[in-house]
């Protein structure tokens, strides 16, 4: 996969290869599934919820050019891989916030199995980003948006990242940046994420 990635150029940040050489896969899915640990493709986890495809998950996070101190906010920490493939690229501190609560704790316990320990998981509804730790440096999402909250947009820094799909049924991945206060959106193509629904779940 990662001589694939370099043969496209898909990745130009070098730190999101070495990250996902360091972070084990096989431990943040279910143990049916590990033999697929490496297949270019999502899988199901718990809750009817899924593990985006390797190669999204570095190109989310290659958009999100995260630098050795950002402060990161995860919107939808699932299985909590995505939020160990970040705490290899920032000292700062991540907040990845889960609004079903048995996914928040399956995040938990593979984090700390995986030995991750600059990631606090939260569990709580998403849309409302997370004020307490306000603001970010970064702010990535992993579910789909019907539109970008504002929630987010307010919560980010001047000159901060968002990356996030748009959309319901199918999303349109956007990068945006903030400039005085408003977003100034790139879009980057046709993606298909699990919805973001309003709400927490026990
Ligand atoms: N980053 C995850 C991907 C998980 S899929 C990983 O690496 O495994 C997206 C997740 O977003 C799901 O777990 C879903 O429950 C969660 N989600 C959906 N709506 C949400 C909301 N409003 N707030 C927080 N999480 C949400």
Redesign the pocket.
């Known amino acids: 996969m990662v001589e694939h990635w370099e043969s496209l150029g898909l990745i130009k940040n070098k730190k999101i290869i070495e990250a996902f050489l360091k972070v084990p896969r096989e431990k943040?899915i279910l143990p049916e599934h590990r033999e697929e640990a490496y297949a270019d493709i999502p899988l199901p986890?718990i809750?009817e919820?899924?593990?985006?495809q390797p190669t999204t998950?570095v190109m989310m996070l290659d958009f999100l050019d995260v630098k050795e101190d950002s402060k990161v906010l995860?919107?939808?920490?699932?299985?909590?891989?995505?939020?160990a493939l970040l705490s290899k690229l920032t000292k700062n501190k991540i907040i990845s916030?889960?609004?079903?609560k048995k996914?928040a704790d399956f995040a938990r316990e593979n984090l700390k199995t995986a030995g991750i320990e600059n990631v606090e998981v939260t569990h709580?509804?998403?849309?409302k980003g997370y004020p307490k730790e306000a603001p970010y440096d970064r702010i990535i999402a992993?579910?789909g948006s019907e539109k970008i909250p504002e929630a987010w947009k307010d919560q980010l820094k001047e000159g901060g990242l968002l990356v996030a799909p748009i959309g319901t049924v199918e999303q349109e991945m956007i990068v945006a940046i903030k400039v005085k206060g408003e977003l100034k959106i790139e879009k980057k193509g046709a993606f298909r994420?699990?919805?973001?629904?309003?709400g927490k779940k026990k």
């Open positions: 943040f986890i809750e919820q899924t593990i985006s998950v995860e919107i939808g920490a699932g299985s909590g891989y995505n939020a916030v889960e609004r079903i996914l709580g509804d998403g849309s992993t579910c994420f699990v919805p973001l629904l309003k």
